[in-house]
């Protein structure tokens, strides 16, 4: 580094001023305006090409692998909701997905799946017509109508510039561009109107929907924040059933510390799984000619099906025993109301609503409840919030300078400027230069972006 200070190769404060400033003003966009429409062509073909792998990979990873993309099928034997058999062919997948309609799938996953494929097919369709209409008449609208003499046929000299608004010379033409702003906007707000009245069809087709009326959870209110005088199942039974507008519960219940039993149902759920791997790798081929699987319990190798089979039945015995003492565990500030009906659920919501001190909210599933959050006190729940919401703020701060460090080294002038012995490997390596420039640096700053949300969570 001294060497390098010495020799000059450093640039001056001045010049790394200039360079940061121009990162967040408007010279750095003015400058993607002159480059050459080639980089672009590149970075469609490293895209495609991407694709096209992802895609090669799973046609012929699906067939060899059954675990992963047949489970479905497998786990749901004797469900209604379960997927059809596919083969093992190469493109066998293409004939069932081809014939997936809509209620296919409401049958087979949920309804926030089937929202978040029309979400995708939305965006696709609204990408690919104003993409169609944008090359087919903005495009060549924009490049006939300016000052064409410096056009060649060289794509290595044709800069973006030509195909955008600043080319054109004509100022009569700026009339389409503003009769197609509001035929853009026509067309989104006909999908998007399109998609609502879809979406309302298909929420009242869904809670109509035998899949739904038979979820518990679909007909059952959680009530939060109860007081110490309300935390037993008949104290909220006659609480609700004195608030509510004519709606009896048919079930009350009040969530307990159920201590060790949630570790004792952990343990065994990790030991069922533990058992179905080593049967599964047991029983495939010719398992009588196989000897029978071991593993190592303190120091001394045993029969692993009988091990876990073992360990199986003690812990169901130790939690049925756990299961007897349920009324023996302390109440907690939770509890859940059932109802005959969805429908009788939504009324005693609706009733209860405004009613203090407890709040209420339709119940989501067990396995969705975090109930250390949930138990949370409302003063530790507020300190909790300001705190993330403070916590958020600082990250935003501190991930605004990746960002405009990824933004600086995507331009090879920058890095020219900073370390001015590279100018000759870029020189030398045009087309380097040129997809470092269009494709790997906005796909580096991509994937910053997509790591950002698990960083927040």
Request: with cysteine; charged share 20%; proline share 4%.
């Amino acid at each position: 580094m001294s060497a390098a200070l010495r020799n000059g190769s450093v640039p001056s404060q001045d010049t790394l001023q200039k360079i940061i400033a121009g990162i967040f003003t408007d010279d750095a966009q003015t400058k993607q305006q002159y480059l050459s429409i080639i980089g672009l062509l590149y970075q469609v073909g490293i895209n495609v090409g991407i694709g096209a792998g992802a895609f090669l990979v799973f046609v012929f990873l699906r067939p060899k692998n059954q675990r992963v993309y047949g489970r479905r099928y497998k786990a749901l034997q004797n469900d209604e909701r379960r997927p059809p058999k596919i083969g093992r062919g190469l493109f066998e997948w293409v004939a069932p997905l081809w014939r997936a309609d809509e209620r296919f799938l409401l049958d087979t996953v949920d309804l926030d799946s089937v929202f978040f494929l029309r979400f995708m097919k939305l965006g696709m369709w609204l990408m690919g017509i104003f993409g169609f209409l944008g090359m087919c008449i903005i495009v060549p609208v924009n490049f006939s109508n300016g000052n064409n003499e410096n056009v060649t046929g060289n794509l290595k000299e044709f800069a973006l510039l030509w195909i955008t608004l600043y080319h054109i010379t004509n100022l009569n033409v700026f009339a389409l561009h503003v009769v197609a702003a509001y035929v853009f906007t026509a067309i989104f707000f006909y999908f998007i109107v399109r998609e609502y009245k879809h979406y309302a069809r298909a929420k009242q087709d869904y809670f109509a929907s035998p899949q739904y009326l038979r979820k518990l959870q679909s007909r059952t209110i959680m009530v939060s924040r109860l007081p110490p005088d309300l935390q037993s199942d008949n104290a909220l039974h006659s609480f609700i059933a004195s608030r509510s507008s004519g709606t009896m519960p048919t079930q009350v219940s009040i969530a307990r510390k159920i201590g060790e039993l949630q570790e004792l149902v952990d343990k065994h759920e990790q030991s069922v799984r533990k058992l179905e791997q080593v049967l599964s790798k047991y029983l495939a081929g010719d398992y009588q000619s196989k000897p029978r699987p071991k593993i190592k319990v303190a120091g001394a190798q045993v029969d692993a099906i009988e091990h876990y089979t073992l360990e199986i039945e003690s812990l169901e015995s130790t939690i049925n025993q756990a299961r007897l003492e349920t009324e023996t565990f302390k109440a907690t500030s939770i509890g859940f109301v059932s109802y005959a009906s969805p429908q009788m659920a939504h009324d005693a919501l609706r009733s209860l609503k405004s009613v203090g001190p407890a709040m209420v909210s339709m119940a989501p599933h067990p396995k969705d409840i975090i109930w250390s959050n949930a138990q949370m006190p409302k003063s530790k729940r507020l300190s909790r919030l300001w705190m993330a919401r403070l916590i958020s703020v600082v990250i935003c701060f501190i991930a605004f300078w990746p960002v405009a460090a990824l933004t600086f080294i995507g331009s090879a002038v920058n890095i020219q400027i900073l370390w001015r012995n590279t100018t000759d490997f870029f020189t030398r390596h045009n087309t380097l230069t040129t997809i470092w420039q269009n494709t790997f640096s906005p796909l580096i700053l991509a994937l910053y972006y997509i790591m950002m949300p698990h960083i927040f969570r």
